[in-house]
């Protein structure tokens, strides 16, 4: 007994270091804990549903694996579909920090996607260089989202409209402008089912990662959200930021630019947009069409709360969504389901981890 | 009779009739809602629900007035549980009504796949303008049922929130959780309540959109409509009434594009399309800068 009791370290000499680093690690994990008990009910709940239409939940588990992991070729079919959520989820993420509920990133992927093509459809052909074209794209799509998003921040600043309602609004708003052009001026006459833009040529085309076969969208992304995160982490305006988030009028007290970090942080959420858009035009349709307006803002929304606004922890949650996505097809054909199976289940998955919010802080295992 | 602009005003005017009704029942449902100071984005996905389940039904029993009450169940449950889950500490409501859409669609999508191809009975419609000349305004005039159905329940709800004891409840719970919590009333019951009959309310509105206009399940049924109605209510100003006449406007904005094209005017369409949007955002400016002169209920999370 009073061996054990000396190899234990003396509570007077631990040094506050390794106390702090302790606890500190005790209250990331409930961060962990939490939502992958979450995940793990979700699963539980949808193999309840699978049960009781009976199909197996072991072979959809099994399928959902293969589809969206298990191979290389469906590895490649998640990241590219993960890469447009990490910038739309980074676009809600950023002004999340701020204390505002944009939902508007729909709307500025799907004009900036139209814009980048736009711009590029008048030089295919022209032999123009790929090097002067190609940023010229990402610009205006990265300055188009920015705008957009900017214009529901600078509203929300100067005259107290709901930014919420306004970036929504802006979205349909934008969706009716890229159908404008698209069924009108801009349509290619050789596409007589599908309104679209002409194409952007192969030269204009955002080419594949070599050795990877995923485009560079989702390097784009994975750069973004780190840089992100060490701006809003390590800078001042990062910091300035989080106290506007955490106390407004703390935050006007101490004469911190409010509006110019509302506005700052809008364009930066509508530049990652923008670039999404980019993305899905230069290197996935090759064209601007109604196809752009998939729903990937939407699903950014809540890629973003369940990383809990965290740039670096939206990467994960988007690659575990672009799995889902990417295995939907395959699930389809071998079990004889709907392709709607995979909504339901990421809504079952999306209703149960917000839910599990309201556990942090519960647990004594986690507490410092 | 050729008059393109009178051909216009009675496309619109049938329009109006036409469309609004989902808008109706839906706005109605989010003013509920919201007057009780709780945001429902996810009515987008009991709308699409409300159509999937009343279409089903009506096609299993042929009954679509059966279909018309299934899809109010059904979307009574989506509410009940967003209102449920709304209640729990640090849960934040609009991203599980963006959370509750994706479920509903899914849901809908999911058991609606059998019922896309088979035909289902209509509700009927009334025919206001047979005693017309005019074949055109006659048409126009062909009324559905649930579109007096969401007049009389706009009527109702304006009454019952002034002049009932649980309308004064609804309001004081909206207006200040901390001041009901004082009298004695469960605020979290009240925004339960209130949430899932708002959930019935846009369930019935879905079931419109399969049952009478445009008449048929499938998956591109409702084009965001449900997160319209969140703008159509602040643009009514969380009146039951006005809800009512900001969805004739809506429905009737909506039918603008498609009446101009049929005269000829083919330019701009889209553009049209977007006129309630715009319309909205406009208002919302004008009348912004002071929470107090919207009318907004005091604990609503998007006024403040």
Same mark, same amino acid.
């Given at each position: ?88 989820? *980074?676009?809600?993420? #950023?002004?999340?920090? $701020?204390?505002?509920?944009?939902? @508007?990133?729909? !709307? =500025? %992927?799907? +004009? ?15 032999? *123009?260089?790929?090097? #002067?074209?190609?940023? $010229?794209?990402?610009?205006?799509? @990265?300055?188009? !989202? =920015? %705008?957009? +998003? ?219 | ?53 009343g279409y089903a039904v009506c096609y299993q029993s042929g009954s679509p007035w059966l279909g018309v009450l299934a899809a109010g169940c059904a979307g009574t449950l989506l509410g009940g549980l967003h209102g449920y889950l709304c209640k729990l ?216």
């Amino acid at each position: 007994m009073s061996d054990i009791a000396k190899s234990l370290p003396d509570k007077n000499r631990t040094v506050p270091f390794r106390a702090d680093t302790l606890s500190r690690l005790r209250v990331s994990a409930e961060y962990v804990a939490i939502p992958l008990l979450a995940l793990l009910c979700a699963f539980i709940l949808f193999s309840a549903f699978l049960l009781l239409i009976g199909k197996s939940p072991l072979t959809f588990v099994e399928l959902l694996w293969t589809g969206g992991y298990g191979t290389a070729f469906s590895w490649r079919n998640t990241l590219q579909r993960a890469s447009p959520l990490i910038l739309t989820a *980074l676009a809600v993420a #950023i002004p999340a920090r $701020l204390g505002l509920v944009m939902i @508007g990133g729909e !709307g =500025a %992927l799907v +004009l900036s996607g139209f814009v980048a093509a736009a711009i590029a459809v008048p030089f295919v052909g022209s032999g *123009l260089t790929a090097w #002067i074209v190609m940023p $010229l794209m990402v610009l205006a799509a @990265g300055l188009t !989202g =920015a %705008l957009w +998003l900017g214009l529901a921040g600078y509203l929300r600043y100067r005259r107290g409209v709901n930014e919420t309602i306004a970036s929504l609004l802006l979205s349909y708003i934008a969706i009716a402008i890229m159908n404008f052009f698209v069924e009108g001026v801009l349509r290619d006459p050789a596409q007589p089912n599908k309104a679209s833009t002409l194409p952007i040529g192969e030269a204009y085309k955002v080419g594949l990662i070599p050795d990877l076969g995923v485009h560079w969208g989702i390097v784009c992304g994975v750069v973004l959200a780190v840089a992100l995160y060490i701006l809003m982490a390590r800078t001042t305006f990062g910091f300035a930021a989080r106290i506007t988030g955490g106390n407004l009028r703390a935050a006007l007290a101490q004469g911190l630019p409010v509006g110019r970090l509302i506005l700052a942080s809008c364009m930066i959420a509508g530049a990652c947009a923008g670039l999404a858009g980019y993305f899905e035009v230069a290197a996935i349709q090759g064209r601007a069409n109604a196809s752009l307006a998939a729903g990937y803002g939407f699903t950014g929304i809540l890629v973003s709360f369940l990383a809990r606004h965290n740039p670096i922890a939206i990467v994960p949650v988007a690659i575990l969504f672009g799995g889902l996505a990417a295995a939907g097809g395959l699930i389809q054909r071998r079990m004889g389901m709907p392709d709607a199976t995979i909504l339901v289940l990421q809504g079952f998955i999306f209703v149960v981890l917000l839910t599990s919010e309201t556990l942090y802080g519960h647990f004594k295992l986690f507490k410092p | 009779m050729n008059d393109p602009l009178l051909t216009v005003l009675i496309a619109m005017l049938g329009g109006a009739i036409r469309v609004s009704t989902p808008f109706m029942f839906v706005a109605l449902g989010e003013c509920l809602t919201e007057k009780s100071g709780r945001i429902n984005l996810g009515l987008e996905g009991t709308l699409v629900l409300g159509a999937m389940v009343g279409y089903a039904v009506c096609y299993q029993s042929g009954s679509p007035w059966l279909g018309v009450l299934a899809a109010g169940c059904a979307g009574t449950l989506l509410g009940g549980l967003h209102g449920y889950l709304c209640k729990l500490p640090k849960v934040n409501d609009i991203a599980i009504g963006i959370a509750m859409m994706s479920l509903g669609t899914g849901l809908a999508f999911f058991f609606g796949k059998a019922y896309i191809q088979p035909e289902a009975a209509h509700l009927p419609s009334v025919p206001l303008g047979a005693w017309l000349e005019n074949k055109q305004l006659a048409v126009a005039l062909d009324v559905n049922p649930l579109f007096f159905v969401g007049i009389a329940v706009a009527l109702a709800m304006a009454w019952a929130l002034r002049n009932t004891r649980w309308g004064l409840i609804v309001r004081m719970t909206g207006d200040s959780a901390a001041a009901a919590r004082a009298m004695g009333i469960s605020v979290d019951l009240v925004r339960f309540l209130a949430t899932a009959a708002g959930g019935f309310l846009a369930g019935v509105g879905g079931s419109f959109l399969s049952l009478y206009y445009p008449g048929s399940w499938n998956e591109g049924l409702s084009s965001g409509q449900g997160l319209m109605a969140v703008a159509l209510v602040i643009f009514a100003r969380w009146d039951p009434v006005r809800c009512f006449l900001a969805a004739l406007l809506f429905g009737a904005a909506g039918a603008l594009g498609p009446a101009l094209q049929s005269v000829g005017v083919t330019q701009g369409y889209y553009l049209f399309n977007a006129a309630p949007y715009i319309l909205t955002l406009l208002i919302m400016i004008a009348s912004s800068n002071s929470s107090r002169s919207l009318a907004a209920p005091g604990e609503l999370s998007i006024t403040k």
